[in-house]
């Protein structure tokens, strides 16, 4: 049974990121390299959704039907995974990279907005084309992108264009 689930597990994160990617792909082909959002794709706030939803009804399921059968730690695992949820739902909703020209606007999930000129990044980082990492002259971090954010590419391909080094 245990063999079974971690193979549904693993076809179901299969078919999500091939979901991402062609979503992905349909987007950026509409997108300005000049003028452009990235942000994370809607199915990751749509899974938070289900998580928080489910997680919590059934939280409240075990609190009207209590046949003692629930133990703490069973609240303990369903409480940890509605707030995942949760996570995942604030997450989506507030992290953001916006392009506008020769400025980029970074609002993380934790901290505060910040604005710089493309110009203020020095370097670049692509890790196994999954992962950009921008940083600054004294080589601190300015952002980091994944790659299931609409508009990956677009951004890679803006970078090199402004010729950015990058290095792997």
């Known amino acids: 049974m245990n063999g079974i689930l971690f193979i549904i597990i693993g076809i179901l994160v299969f078919l999500v990121l091939t979901f991402v990617k062609r979503t992905n792909q349909k987007a950026e082909k509409s997108m300005d390299e000049n003028n452009f959002v990235l942000r994370q794709p809607k199915i990751f706030f749509v899974i938070g959704v289900i998580c928080a939803v489910f997680f919590c009804s059934l939280i409240v399921l075990m609190c009207i039907v ?3 059968s629930a133990e703490w730690w069973v609240f303990l695992i369903f409480s940890s995974c509605a707030i995942l949820g949760f996570y995942i739902i604030f997450y989506c909703v507030k992290w953001e990279l916006k392009i506008e ?48 954010c609409n508009g990956f590419n677009v951004l890679v391909s803006r970078l090199k264009k402004e010729q950015i080094p990058f290095e792997e």
């Open 66 to 68: 209590s046949n003692d």
């Open 101 to 148: 020209g020769n400025q980029i606007i970074y609002t993380p999930f934790i901290g505060k907005k910040n604005s710089f000129a493309v110009s203020d990044i020095k370097k670049a980082k692509l890790k196994n084309e999954q992962k950009i990492i921008a940083y600054d002259v004294n080589n601190k971090k300015l952002f980091a992108v994944e790659f299931t």
